[in-house]
């Protein structure tokens, strides 16, 4: 697919030597490449570092996107006359549409050029989102309409682009990139929710939020294409091993009100963070004297979280300060799992096939997940509402009480990660064995390519250490 790169540097990304007999693909043949003899393919160290820190750049981007519209969601609600389970259903539309895409991006970026596909998702997304900010209120259909482009358009973004790192590097490097582009998840979050709710106070127009975001989005654009390589698949496994508006309030009024939504935002950046760090460090550890140290840590890290949600809901209306303590706990232990899930999925999968992986991931992730969540709790809130008096505390009770489900959600999920530890050496095995999947080949439609099946391909050769 990629055409070969030669680059006279003495290392590829990861390190190492690239060996002296190595053959080029048949560039202009038009047959498969030789099964046993997969193109060579090299990188500079620095372009690596570089390509993975536009797309961590860019990740943050992506993130911020998901969540800008929760920074000025009153607003959002005032201006298009809609009650809370029509709020929530904005978030799932966006999701929606979100996985519906994803195994199609992922399809694509298994095939054709991933560049371009992710190219195409940029492009979408901020078209779309800055299309939105001059809807009229009448047309609040249209604005639902926008949200679900812009979840296609991030599909691209969240399928493709750690497959690309995975063909970067390998090995412990792998795990640490992955760490680090996993951080800009819950960063991407919480600065999209701060700079919502920032910009409309600036402003007093929460429409400018989504007019910022398409000049951040253009800048990662021309970076993409001008620094970040397409490898081929697998590239980064060793050589001869398997492929792999309204009234404005006083200055100290608003300082007050973006303290607020600041604290809820840093808290999700620095737990985030920290999150992300601790269970991708604790996992290349830990992983080294246990083989099933990724979903014990995943399962772990849910189990403690669940409780400090929980807390953090029922302190919230009796004492702020406890709450925010173990919303922060909660989020540091959710956040473990970033980086950890996907290098799960890494290891488990041919790299011919993680595109695809990748899209199937994140389907049934949403849609067990954030794709009708919102649109639920919102729902129950509603209904909870619709009995009780209508007052402000009833309104804080509803929501509080709709939310209580993500708990026993948290808590499946850590049972779910218990049942992977069990399975997880055995789906190792099996993607590492000789014959599993096929090299990446610039012809990848030729006549018999079609015709062979996910594990069908190579034969490894063992390499000495």
């Known amino acids: 697919m990629s055409a070969e790169s030669r680059d006279p540097a003495p290392e590829g990304p990861q390190g190492w030597p690239l060996g002296s007999g190595g053959h080029s693909g048949n560039s202009g043949s038009g047959q498969c490449p030789p099964p046993t003899m997969p193109a060579p393919w090299s990188l500079p160290r620095w372009r690596a570092y570089v390509a993975a820190a536009v797309l961590c750049y860019t990740n943050l981007l992506n993130y911020m996107n998901w969540f800008i519209i929760a920074g000025v969601l009153l607003d959002v609600q005032k201006f298009f006359q809609i009650s809370d389970n029509h709020a929530g259903l904005l978030q799932t539309v966006f999701i929606g549409c979100l996985l519906l895409s994803a195994p199609v991006f992922g399809y694509l970026g298994d095939r054709h050029s991933r560049k371009a596909t992710l190219s195409f998702g940029i492009l979408l997304w901020s078209g779309a989102g ?21 979840g296609t358009g991030t599909a691209s ?49 929460w429409r400018w939020a989504l007019r910022i975001m398409p ?34 309030s006083s200055w100290s009024e608003d300082v007050r009100y973006l303290g607020r939504n600041l604290i809820f935002g840093a808290l999700t950046v620095v737990t985030g963070i920290i999150g992300v760090v601790l269970g991708a460090e604790a996992s290349r550890r830990y992983k080294k004297v246990n083989s099933r140290a990724e979903p014990l840590i995943c399962a772990s890290s849910l189990l403690a979280a669940a409780p400090c949600l929980y807390l953090a809901l029922i302190l919230a209306p009796t004492t702020l300060l406890a709450s925010y303590v173990f919303l922060a706990l909660g989020e540091l232990f959710l956040s473990c799992n970033w980086a950890v899930v996907a290098d799960i999925l890494l290891s488990v999968v041919v790299p011919r096939c993680r595109g695809t992986a990748e899209a199937l991931q994140i389907t049934v992730g949403h849609i067990l997940g954030d794709a009708g969540s919102p649109y639920l709790t919102g729902l129950i809130s509603s209904a909870l509402r619709a009995r009780r008096p209508d007052s402000y505390l009833q309104r804080f009770l509803s929501l509080q009480q709709s939310f209580l489900c993500c708990v026993f959600a948290i808590v499946l999920g850590a049972g779910c990660f218990l049942m992977v530890a069990l399975h997880l050496e055995r789906d190792q095995a099996q993607a590492q064995q000789p014959g599993t999947g096929t090299p990446d080949g610039k012809h990848v439609d030729c006549k018999d390519g079609e015709s062979q099946s996910l594990l069908s391909g190579t034969r490894a050769s063992t390499e000495n250490p």
Not at 133 to 144: C, R
Not at 216 to 232: F, M, Q, S, Y
């Open 130 to 150: 800055l299309s939105s900010s001059f809807i009229s209120p009448q047309y609040s259909w249209l604005f639902f309409l926008s949200r679900g482009v812009v």
């Open 215 to 248: 000049c951040l989005e253009a800048v990662a654009l021309v970076l993409l294409i001008v620094l970040v390589p397409d490898p081929p698949r697998g590239a980064a496994e060793k050589q001869g091993e398997l492929a792999m508006g309204g009234l404005r």
């Open 157 to 205: 973004y969240s399928t493709i682009a750690p497959t690309i790192l995975g063909d970067l590097f390998v090995k412990d490097q792998r795990t640490r990139v992955l760490a680090i582009f996993y951080i800009f998840i819950p960063v991407g979050s919480g600065l999209g929710y701060v700079l919502g709710s920032a910009v409309k106070e600036l402003t007093g127009n």
